[in-house]
């Protein structure tokens, strides 16, 4: 299970990723059940890793980036 330090996570972006109606919350959920993916709050922002290479970015109010293919990468299309 992933533990994230959300002392600097913007607001909009903790409501989105956390609260069951929030958009990002169905890849939070996949998050939870992989073990090869990581995360860190980096200038407010969700940088997420799998095996240590990040793959994709989360903000509260911009749109996702995606940086490397990545079966989290296919939901954000899909939300």
């Not at 903790?14 to 996949?30: A, D, T």
């Not at 073990?35 to 095996?51: D, G």
């Amino acid at each position: 299970m992933i533990e994230i330090d959300t002392t600097n996570m913007c607001s909009h972006l903790q409501k989105k990723l956390f609260e069951e109606e929030g958009i990002y919350h169905p890849i939070w959920k996949m998050m939870q059940q992989d073990s090869e993916i990581t995360a860190v709050v980096r200038s407010r922002q969700l940088h997420i890793y799998r095996n240590g290479k990040k793959v994709l970015i989360l903000a509260g109010k911009s749109a996702p980036k995606i940086i490397r293919e990545d079966r989290l990468c296919e939901m954000v299309g899909k939300l």
